[in-house]
């Protein structure tokens, strides 16, 4: 799992509440993402950011939110909008935003709602 | 568009046999393609990579994967399966063309019998 820190390792939401996903990576990496997992779909993902203050939605960005206030935290948000939290959540980094850059992958936090 | 496709959802295997899982894959571009490895409840770990050059690239713990232009392909082998091997194993592909971001396949739960 590299330097790529997840957290909490288990979540649990309430209806109607906001939860925050913290990832946090000692890298240098410019780049990071965030992934949701469900069985059977590999991964889809939510946001990235490839420099800080700056992010894109992602494929499936509804009901989330993020920010990058400094390089190495990229927390994400899960808010009531999203009626279908539960999911295992994947960040990952990368060194920079090009084609051949491998990423990292810290190792997930899995949201349930009670 | 970019799109990974994983043929199987499952591949047994006996300890000591030949093992492969396979990934095809549809671009626009040049393909960059990727091999990583998920164990239970952890995040992904990179196996290997293809960017250019040799069709065969050799990988961690083993492994290597063969691309194939003409059959757009890109099949994770290993000549001897361990049963420490077991896992669940996602191709992903980053396409120019398309954009920064990676696309993963549905996944391949691999077991390896003793």
């Known amino acids: 799992d590299g330097g790529i820190t997840q957290s909490p390792k288990y979540l649990f939401r309430k209806e109607g509440q906001n939860v925050t996903l913290s990832c946090e990576q000692n890298?240098?990496?410019?780049?990071m993402y965030w992934y949701r997992q469900d069985p059977g779909q590999g991964l889809r993902l939510i946001y990235y950011s490839q420099i800080v203050n700056d992010f894109q939605k992602g494929d499936i960005a509804e009901g989330y939110s993020v920010s990058r206030e400094k390089k190495e935290s990229f927390p994400l948000t899960v808010t009531s909008a999203q009626k279908n939290p539960t999911a295992f959540y994947l960040c990952a980094s990368s060194s920079a935003s090009g084609v051949v850059e491998t990423q990292y992958f810290g190792p997930g936090t899995r949201l349930l709602v009670l | 568009a970019q799109s990974v496709a994983q043929p199987e959802d499952q591949v047994n295997v006996a300890e000591g046999n030949p093992l492969t899982v396979k990934c095809t894959y549809s671009?626009?571009?040049?393909?960059?393609l990727f091999w990583y490895v998920q164990y239970p409840n952890r995040g992904l770990q990179f196996l290997l990579k293809y960017i250019t050059g040799d069709n065969l690239v050799k990988g961690s713990y083993g492994f290597e994967a063969e691309f194939n232009k003409s059959q757009t392909s890109f099949h994770l082998k290993k000549p001897s399966a361990l049963v420490s091997d077991s896992a669940l194993y996602f191709c992903?592909?980053?396409?120019w063309g398309y954009g920064q971001n990676f696309v993963f396949g549905p996944g391949t739960r691999l077991s390896v019998l003793p």
């Open positions: 890298l240098n990496h410019d780049a």
């Open positions: 992903a592909v980053r396409d």
């Open positions: 671009v626009s571009g040049n393909p960059y």
